[in-house]
């Protein structure tokens, strides 16, 4: 590294990079590492993180900025000035109430949603025409929240919905099973929490439909009480997690950061994000996870995913217990 250049920054000039810039919002667990995912990945050429305690960001961007000559280059930089955000390609919102033992991600709503209404506005106003992802619980109450308070396009203001639950439950079929998480294609849909819903008419292992698999010799079976073990075991994990540790972030930092990867580089990749649903059977005026082509400019489409009638029942069920605590809040 030349002499002239100062540790963690970029020079302006770098060839085969494109000037990317990403705004996390929040330097709390989540928030430092999906900043230090997304360094290690090279996700963004620029990467900035903003949060009301300035102690805090600073020693997290000086902690970053310490292992410059590990990652990819990338300016690191951080503020409680929302100016520090100006300009992002990419805006995650990870602040919110912290989530405590035995406490849903609906309990958290009513802090979290007065939170995003008071530091969305100065965002829009640095950051007009950046992609807006909610990672910040319960999302896709507090992702219904963002798009009516920004008054963006639906598709520029999304949540990380099911992401996350979905690697979770390849995860637990791969290790039932026996073949590796790649050969999984398995989705959760719905809300991103207790009332979510594995889409098992649609999953597939190797090519093979997942109610069709037969086990390998050893294994057991993938049966229905098997299934919805796995579904129960899924949407129990944070809570384990939490009562253990006290916070989620390794995995989601990391599912977060394949998100932002997926709009910076225009992938049109398929991913469970929260988005607003317009009719998607027969539900509309919330924000659910289902399958969706993920790009430049946010959600393109979510895609006409067949569910069986227990599937279909399921996600209306998912809607009519977020429309509650929307309208709980007034949304």
């Known amino acids: 590294m030349p002499d002239d250049i ?34 290690m990945r090279g996700t963004a050429r620029s990467v900035a ?3 009301v305690n300035r102690q805090k960001v600073e020693a997290e961007v000086l902690d970053l900025r310490h292992g410059a000559m590990f990652i990819p280059p990338a300016q690191i930089d951080g503020s409680d000035d929302v100016e520090v955000c100006r300009g992002a390609d990419v805006v995650v919102v990870t602040a919110g109430a912290r989530q405590k033992p035995g ?25 007009p025409d950046a992609v807006y992802i909610m990672v910040t619980n319960p999302v896709d109450v507090v992702t ?6 920004s008054d963006l396009p639906a598709g520029r203001v999304f949540g990380s919905g099911t992401v996350l639950d979905s690697s979770r ?11 590796a998480v790649g050969n999984v294609h398995a989705y959760v849909a719905g809300e991103h929490g207790d009332s979510e819903i594995a889409l098992w008419s649609s999953a597939t292992i190797g090519g093979v439909p997942l109610l069709d698999w037969q086990p390998l010799p ?15 075991d ?22 977060a950061t394949r998100i932002i990867e997926a709009v910076l580089k225009d992938e049109q990749r398929v991913l469970t994000v929260s988005s607003r649903l317009d009719g998607h059977h027969g539900i509309d005026g919330v924000c659910l996870s289902l399958p969706s082509v993920v790009g430049r400019g ?16 399921g996600l209306r069920a998912s809607a009519e217990s977020m429309r509650a605590v929307q309208r709980r809040l007034g949304l």
């Open 6 to 39: 100062t540790p963690g920054l970029l020079p302006e000039t770098v060839p085969g990079r494109s000037a990317t810039k990403l705004a996390v919002v929040g330097a709390g667990a989540v928030g430092s590492t999906l900043a230090y995912a997304a360094l």
């Open 49 to 51: 993180l903003l949060d």
């Open 103 to 127: 406490q849903t991600r609906t309990d958290l709503a009513e802090a979290t949603v007065g939170l995003v209404r008071g530091i969305l506005p100065g965002l829009l106003e640095v950051a």
């Open 144 to 149: 219904y929240a963002a798009q009516r308070i």
């Open 169 to 179: 439950l390849r995860a637990a079929l791969a290790t039932h099973c026996g073949v």
């Open 218 to 232: 050893g294994r057991a079976p993938l049966d229905a009480e098997t299934r919805e073990r796995i579904a129960q």
């Open 234 to 255: 899924v949407v129990q994990s944070a809570y384990r997690i939490i009562a253990g540790k006290g916070a989620t972030n390794y995995a989601v930092g990391l599912a």
């Open 298 to 313: 946010g959600v393109a489409q979510i895609l006409d995913v067949p569910l069986s009638d227990a599937e279909v029942a």
